[in-house]
């Protein structure tokens, strides 16, 4: 699935609470992309943050990441 500039401003704002960090094993439900997806980007350069075994990644550097990088494989 690719995701439109739409697709990514819904992201952003939904359930904006200020609060902009995702669990990992939470991507599917929020982001619409499987953790794997979300790993294969952070190998190429999106910053995954870890409290314990706990891994989380920021939205907004998610939509940065695939408007620079364009999410392409």
Avoid: P
């Avoid at 992201?11 to 982001?31: A, E, H, I, P």
């Avoid at 409290?51 to 990088?69: D, H, M, T």
Wanted: overall charge positive; aromatic content about 8%; glycine content about 8%.
């Amino acid at each position: 699935m690719r995701m439109n500039a739409h697709t990514l401003s819904r992201v952003q704002t939904q359930g904006d609470t200020g609060f902009d960090m995702v669990r990992l094993t939470k991507s599917k439900d929020v982001v619409d992309l499987c953790s794997n997806t979300i790993r294969d980007y952070a190998t190429r350069g999106l910053r995954l943050y870890r409290c314990g075994k706990a891994v989380f990644f920021s939205k907004a550097e998610l939509a940065e990441f695939i408007r620079n990088e364009g999410g392409a494989a």
